[in-house]
């Protein structure tokens, strides 16, 4: 029961029903906001790869610089992403599978991503654009 409480939670958070909310589109924040953005992910290690997995990604930096959220790729289920930010960088977990480092820059986040199970070589390029 607990677990259907979570993830009723999380979709809730994920689809904007929370109530304590608003967007903006800058992560130097006074209180937690929820922020929405585009995603997409290029591959570019070991090749480069021309297509992009899309997604959004919706996820909250508190006073403090903790991230939590969730990221929906475009053809999956969304899972929670967890992570921090520091002056321009940010570190974002997105489930179990990708891990990203980036900088953020006008509202935008660019970096890199890489699968967190090590099992890959692969190497991605992480963009993100709030939504407007």
């Known amino acids: 029961m607990k677990h259907i409480h979570r993830l009723a939670a999380a979709f809730a958070l994920f689809f904007g029903i929370a109530t304590s909310v608003a967007s903006a589109p800058a992560l130097a924040l006074s209180t937690s906001t929820l922020i929405t953005y585009h995603t997409q992910l290029t591959q570019v290690f070991p090749f480069d790869n021309p297509g992009a997995y899309l997604g959004t990604l919706r996820v909250a930096i508190s006073p ?3 991230a939590s959220g969730f990221y929906l790729p475009l ?3 969304p899972v ?5 930010v520091s002056g321009d960088r940010i570190w974002l977990n997105l489930g179990s599978e990708w891990q990203v480092n980036g900088t953020v820059r006008e509202g935008r986040i660019v970096g890199t991503a890489r699968s967190q199970d090590g099992t890959t070589m692969d190497r991605f390029r992480f963009e993100a654009s709030p939504q407007s």
């Open 64 to 66: 403090d610089g903790v």
């Open 75 to 77: 053809d999956g289920t």
């Open 80 to 84: 929670p992403v967890s992570g921090g």
